[in-house]
């Protein structure tokens, strides 16, 4: 059989270590076939065979390449069945970023480490070896490799249309992945290595499904822990832990202030049995942005034979910065229609105004807009806010109540 078909047929390898330890790899031989377009609708495994080796699309760093690889396997998770998002692990990334190099130095495809010697190739270690080496005491392993492709999209989306390496992508066993990327040597051009594991009693925190950055000071956690973990807490770098609340893995949180890297940290407890865990993130938008809730419109209706008004009070809206800084914004409000007033006409977030309608004699639809505009400091983003309102003055409103029924017992 050729090489060649050799690859056709081979679609993943599955090694059982002991009774505990797994190791679940895509593998295949050496691609033999030239540098050209593969098929993805072809039964070899697609991440094994090169691509059309094209010009790099940008000069984008490996840094941000392996980022969105993992990026790009957490959207792909959450898409299939929203699955949980896993950990950057930096003990994963070495040994990936090791492979990728090293397959491209020596030029090979393997998930074997080999070396060239005199222009051979020699072995030296089992794929799972190399893995181990940086990362231990592990209970499950994964790996994918790929070469020739020319961004991450496009390498990820190889994995995901070969049913071997979306299994992988997308496997519930997995807690923590490392990605490694290389080019400029070898036959194939680019390189590319993503490890996955899991370690036992290691529950990860991971904040935006692993985004490397964000312009909210709002963002989402998962904790792992389910199984384990009763009760858990959180804190931004060295501030108050919040309460302990019972564990639930998913929690909004909102990050210290201020741009630039921040790092949220989690406890979880068993009894009294704790287990730590942290992620960071970097924050990096608007300083200051003008925020107004609710949004959108706010509608009164007014009974004029009753003079009943509803709602029966003032509409009461939230100013807010709601950018990444926690500085304060002197805003001021304005109103144009003489129907409705806003108390008060000017403050400094964080703060709260009113507005109220004062219902005319005439029946009939009025329409009216409130706008906060932010007057300091000066580089404020979202310089103003509407808030449109609608005030319904019917003579008459019919009202119909309905029988209360009691069923007997």
């Not at 309460?243 to 639930?248: D, G, K, L, T």
């Not at 300083?287 to 949004?295: F, K, W």
């Not at 964080?350 to 906060?372: D, K, N, R």
């Not at 449109?388 to 009202?399: G, K, M, N």
Request: proline share 6%.
């Amino acid at each position: 059989m050729t090489t060649a078909k050799k690859a056709l047929a081979i679609l993943a390898w599955l090694i059982l270590l002991g009774t505990t330890r797994r190791v679940w790899a895509q593998g295949g031989p050496y691609p033999s076939r030239p540098i050209g377009a593969v098929h993805i609708s072809n039964a070899a495994p697609i991440a094994d065979l090169p691509a059309s080796q094209t010009v790099l699309e940008g000069l984008t760093s490996s840094v941000d390449f392996t980022a969105q690889v993992v990026e790009l396997i957490n959207q792909a998770r959450w898409e299939n069945g929203r699955l949980p998002p896993l950990k950057r692990q930096e003990d994963l990334d070495a040994a990936a970023a090791y492979h990728s190099q090293d397959m491209a130095v020596d030029d090979y495809f393997n998930h074997d480490s080999y070396n060239r010697v005199d222009g051979q190739l020699v072995f030296e270690k089992a794929w799972y070896e190399r893995v181990s080496s940086y990362y231990s005491d592990w209970s499950a392993l994964g790996e994918c490799i790929a070469a020739g492709y020319t961004s991450p999209q496009s390498v990820v989306n190889a994995w995901l249309n070969s049913p071997g390496h979306r299994a992988i992508l997308l496997g519930e066993n997995y807690t923590e992945i490392g990605s490694g990327y290389y080019s400029g040597a070898g036959t194939y051009g680019t390189y590319w290595t993503t490890d996955f594991g899991s370690r036992p009693g290691v529950y990860p925190l991971v904040i935006n499904r692993e985004a490397a950055a964000t312009d909210q000071r709002d963002v989402s956690l998962y904790v792992y822990g389910a199984g384990w973990a009763t009760q858990m807490r959180f804190r931004n770098e060295t501030g108050e832990w919040s309460e302990w609340e019972p564990y639930n893995p998913d929690r909004a949180w909102t990050l210290s202030c201020g741009n630039g890297q921040k790092t949220v940290y989690a406890e979880l407890s068993n009894g009294s049995e704790i287990r730590s865990a942290s992620d960071s993130i970097l924050l990096d938008g608007e300083p200051y942005r003008l925020t107004v809730e609710p949004d959108g419109e706010v509608i009164f209706l007014y009974d004029a034979e009753s003079g009943q008004l509803v709602p029966t009070s003032a509409w009461t809206l939230q100013v807010e910065n709601g950018g990444t800084g926690c500085g304060g914004i002197t805003w001021e409000a304005y109103w144009d229609e003489n129907w409705l007033t806003v108390s008060p006409a000017t403050g400094t977030t964080p703060s709260t105004l009113t507005v109220t309608p004062i219902p005319p004699a005439t029946p009939g639809e009025y329409v009216g807009e409130v706008t906060i505009t932010a007057l300091l400091p000066a580089d404020a983003g979202a310089v103003s806010q509407s808030i449109s309102v609608r005030l319904i003055v019917a003579s008459q409103v019919d009202q119909t109540f309905l029988p209360l029924v009691v069923k007997g017992q």
